[in-house]
């Protein structure tokens, strides 16, 4: 085992790594993501402050549930260091439940009608959800929302005093 730093991932590698940020690591040095992963504070504490966690959008998904499984007390730092597009596009059901309220607090989630009534289901109106219903002007709607769960979502919205202030309903 060994510090988790630049110079040890040269010692670990042979080589000077072009990319810290998991995903990459995860392809191409096994063996360092899997030591990354054991202390992901001291690695994020690593990176500079343009290095990204996670660099590739189609492998999202598959990194922060490693992230999860391996330490969810870091999984807000990661998704923070992800690059900007790394963002979930597809609904949130296909996503272990878990990760949603980390992914609702970081903003790495479309804001869409069929996304924000799984979460309600899951978890409420809570204070995760609220930040990302804060950073929008409105919630996309497409044609398969059908109208009883158009009312069921402005129902759940509204009634959430709470986590919703009057002024971002």
């Known amino acids: 085992t060994y510090d988790i730093s630049r110079s040890s991932f040269v010692k670990a590698t042979g080589v000077a790594i ?83 309220p980390s992914l609702a607090r970081t903003g790495r989630f479309t804001i869409n009608a069929s996304n924000v009534l799984a979460y309600i289901d899951r978890y409420g109106v809570d204070d995760n959800i609220a930040v990302s219903l804060a950073s929008v002007q409105s919630i996309a709607i497409d044609a398969t929302t059908s109208e009883a769960d158009k009312q069921r979502l402005a129902i759940a919205i509204l009634s959430a005093s709470t986590s919703l202030p009057s002024s971002q309903v």
């Open 18 to 100: 072009p990319s810290l940020a998991l995903d990459d690591l995860d392809v191409s040095y096994p063996r360092v993501f899997d030591r990354v992963l054991r202390d992901l504070p001291e690695y994020l504490d690593v990176l500079n402050v343009d290095e990204v966690s996670i660099r590739l959008p189609a492998e999202f998904v598959q990194t922060i549930g490693k992230v999860l499984e391996a330490d969810s007390s870091s999984l807000d730092r990661v998704l923070q260091r992800a690059a900007p597009d790394c963002v979930i596009t597809s609904g949130l059901s296909g996503l272990d439940p878990r990760l949603w």
